[in-house]
């Protein structure tokens, strides 16, 4: 049995530190079934491989396992893989795998099961994107022996290791994968400490404890079977429809929790907020450099002079989020700011637009150039932005609209905004993208990134196309030295931050809102999902 580092569970320091709050049960209790209740939206396959956004990430988190994770302190540690080597010239890596697990379908975890995982990501008919961009520089992996996976790589990848720690390349089972896309997102098989049960859609997902689990990171308090009996993972879509129902004891825990609801928290003696911002890119909203008129640096630095970013946060948010000004994360320790470029400034903006000729008003106040508006189109997926950060990109597009943008906001579904941006019918756009470490900045605004993936889906919207970037990213990714990496990224942030390619905004948002009976409870240092291995529920 492995030691369990020294670790109280994050829920039970949060309960502690609450105002009035009860202490927290020293002693887990087995039995009860936890009720989860998501705000994002139900994803349309369980399979993380499959597309990849972070409503499977926190679902497939409690059935799936990935080879490695990261700890508090951002150091990459084993799971699946007890150990790695990698060769000098960096296109080899060598890991071994734990001997002793088995998929709950009774497969044996082995390295030809490690193989066919990089295969299915890799496979354009699985339609992966985040997992598929995460392992594009994996040429092969061959199963040396049953404990043995070696990864040929094509290119040297200093991220490797912070990719195979995210939910979406984590291990499923072969034959479960076999069964054919259908089955499989309607309940993947993994390792992990809960097996899919039942997928009720439109309604819920149950999911039924492990009894053989054994495979616990080694920074999980509880390295056997989970003490709950299951999960049932309901989709409320209405922030005060769960809050209401976390409130009444109907759920145990919520996500996508509103800044006033928070607020509340704060002063509650029956409910407890988990703050866990995710790693990788900030909140941020990009500007459209690949069409006019963001083609135009002049046009993205007034667009960004015009709104006062800070006002609207504090106003909307109750102190629950803090300015960024990086593309990168807080929670990412190579994070680089530049406040000075950020400031509120709208006669910077008006001249900039001036110089930039557009100069003629309509009668609505819009700014024209020729005969045209000055119209930037921002759609907004409702799925994935919370009700305060829509009332900021209404202050944001009233400001805008005084230096003389057009902005036309527009609210869609997910389906909907994915269809809008893989039709270029945006200017503006604020897209969550979750990777563990800077090589974030890789997906983002490397060229490559404008190139669709298998699922349709591409990540550089700022479309930003800069060759001295690139080669600055491709460095980055090359070496495996830390100190000539953070120097490398800090570079690439300054290139995007100069050039006013992005508005950054905060980290992203990841309030979780949990009752006092349940204890036990954190969030993954890898994507901040939360997870229950560990949980207990009390009276």
């Given at each position: 049995?492995?030691?369990?580092?020294?670790?109280?569970?994050?829920?039970?320091?949060?309960?502690?530190?609450?105002?009035?709050?009860?202490?927290?049960?020293?002693?887990?209790?087995?039995?009860?079934?936890?009720?989860?209740?998501?705000?994002?939206?139900?994803?349309?396959?369980?399979?993380?491989?499959?597309?990849?956004?972070?409503?499977?990430?926190?679902?497939?988190?409690?059935?799936?396992?990935?080879?490695?994770?990261?700890?508090?302190?951002?150091?990459?540690?084993?799971?699946?893989?007890?150990?790695?080597?990698?060769?000098?010239?960096?296109?080899?890596?060598?890991?071994?795998?734990?001997?002793?697990?088995?998929?709950?379908?009774?497969?044996?975890?082995?390295?030809?099961?490690?193989?066919?995982?990089?295969?299915?990501?890799?496979?354009?008919?699985?339609?992966?994107?985040?997992?598929?961009?995460?392992?594009?520089?994996?040429?092969?992996?061959?199963?040396?022996?049953?404990?043995?996976?070696?990864?040929?790589?094509?290119?040297?990848?200093?991220?490797?290791?912070?990719?195979?720690?995210?939910?979406?390349?984590?291990?499923?089972?072969?034959?479960?994968?076999?069964?054919?896309?259908?089955?499989?997102?309607?309940?993947?098989?993994?390792?992990?400490?809960?097996?899919?049960?039942?997928?009720?859609?439109?309604?819920?997902?149950?999911?039924?404890?492990?009894?053989?689990?054994?495979?616990?990171?080694?920074?999980?308090?509880?390295?056997?079977?989970?003490?709950?009996?299951?999960?049932?993972?309901?989709?409320?879509?209405?922030?005060?429809?769960?809050?209401?129902?976390?409130?009444?004891?109907?759920?145990?825990?919520?996500?996508?929790?509103?800044?006033?609801?928070?607020?509340?928290?704060?002063?509650?003696?029956?409910?407890?907020?988990?703050?866990?911002?995710?790693?990788?890119?900030?909140?941020?909203?990009?500007?459209?450099?690949?069409?006019?008129?963001?083609?135009?640096?002049?046009?993205?630095?007034?667009?960004?002079?015009?709104?006062?970013?800070?006002?609207?946060?504090?106003?909307?948010?109750?102190?629950?989020?803090?300015?960024?000004?990086?593309?990168?994360?807080?929670?990412?320790?190579?994070?680089?700011?530049?406040?000075?470029?950020?400031?509120?400034?709208?006669?910077?903006?008006?001249?900039?637009l001036d110089e930039a000729g557009w100069t003629e008003k309509d009668e609505d106040g819009v700014r024209t150039k020729d005969g045209v508006r000055l119209t930037v189109r921002f759609p907004v997926s409702t799925n994935q932005s919370i009700p305060a950060e829509q009332s900021l990109f209404e202050q944001i597009q009233a400001g805008a609209g005084d230096a003389g943008f057009d902005v036309q906001l527009e609210l869609l579904d997910l389906s909907s905004w994915y269809e809008a941006l893989g039709s270029n019918a945006y200017e503006a756009v604020s897209a969550p993208y979750t990777k563990v470490g800077p090589d974030v900045l890789r997906v983002l605004y490397d060229s490559s990134g404008i190139v669709p993936a298998p699922s349709g889906y591409f990540a550089n919207h700022a479309q930003l196309d800069d060759p001295a970037l690139d080669e600055i990213l491709k460095q980055a990714s090359d070496t495996l030295d830390p100190e000539e990496r953070a120097f490398l990224y800090e570079q690439a942030q300054q290139i995007i931050l100069d050039g006013y390619y992005i508005l950054p905004l905060?980290?992203?948002?990841?309030?979780?809102?949990?009752?006092?009976?349940?204890?036990?409870?954190?969030?993954?240092?890898?994507?901040?999902?939360?997870?229950?291995?560990?949980?207990?529920?009390?009276?």
């Open positions: 049995m492995r030691v369990a580092a020294a670790l109280v569970p994050l829920a039970v320091l949060l309960a502690a530190c609450a105002p009035g709050t009860p202490a927290a049960s020293s002693t887990p209790k087995a039995g009860g079934t936890l009720v989860y209740a998501s705000g994002d939206a139900e994803p349309t396959c369980l399979d993380p491989h499959v597309g990849g956004n972070y409503p499977q990430a926190l679902l497939s988190a409690q059935f799936l396992e990935p080879l490695v994770s990261r700890d508090a302190k951002g150091e990459i540690i084993p799971w699946l893989a007890e150990s790695w080597t990698t060769s000098e010239d960096g296109l080899t890596w060598e890991f071994t795998l734990r001997s002793d697990v088995t998929f709950t379908d009774g497969t044996p975890f082995d390295a030809a099961a490690v193989k066919a995982n990089i295969e299915h990501l890799q496979d354009p008919a699985t339609k992966s994107s985040t997992g598929y961009l995460a392992v594009g520089k994996v040429a092969s992996v061959e199963a040396l022996d049953a404990t043995t996976a070696r990864f040929i790589l094509s290119a040297p990848d200093s991220a490797l290791l912070e990719s195979l720690s995210q939910p979406w390349t984590a291990m499923e089972s072969p034959t479960g994968i076999a069964r054919g896309e259908a089955a499989n997102c309607d309940a993947p098989v993994g390792t992990g400490p809960f097996v899919v049960d039942e997928w009720v859609k439109q309604d819920h997902v149950s999911l039924v404890r492990n009894d053989a689990y054994d495979s616990a990171p080694g920074d999980a308090a509880n390295d056997g079977p989970a003490y709950l009996d299951g999960i049932t993972w309901r989709f409320i879509p209405d922030s005060a429809s769960r809050f209401a129902a976390l409130q009444s004891g109907d759920v145990d825990i919520i996500d996508n929790a509103q800044p006033d609801t928070i607020a509340q928290a704060k002063d509650s003696k029956t409910i407890v907020d988990l703050d866990a911002p995710r790693p990788g890119a900030s909140n941020r909203i990009e500007l459209n450099a690949g069409q006019a008129p963001f083609d135009d640096q002049r046009l993205r630095e007034a667009f960004v002079r015009s709104t006062d970013v800070n006002a609207g946060i504090e106003s909307l948010f109750f102190g629950t989020a803090k300015r960024s000004y990086s593309p990168l994360s807080s929670a990412e320790a190579t994070a680089y700011s530049d406040e000075s470029l950020f400031g509120y400034d709208l006669d910077a903006a008006n001249k900039l905060y980290d992203q948002q990841n309030h979780f809102l949990l009752s006092t009976s349940l204890q036990g409870v954190r969030a993954l240092p890898t994507v901040s999902t939360p997870v229950f291995g560990d949980a207990w529920l009390v009276e």
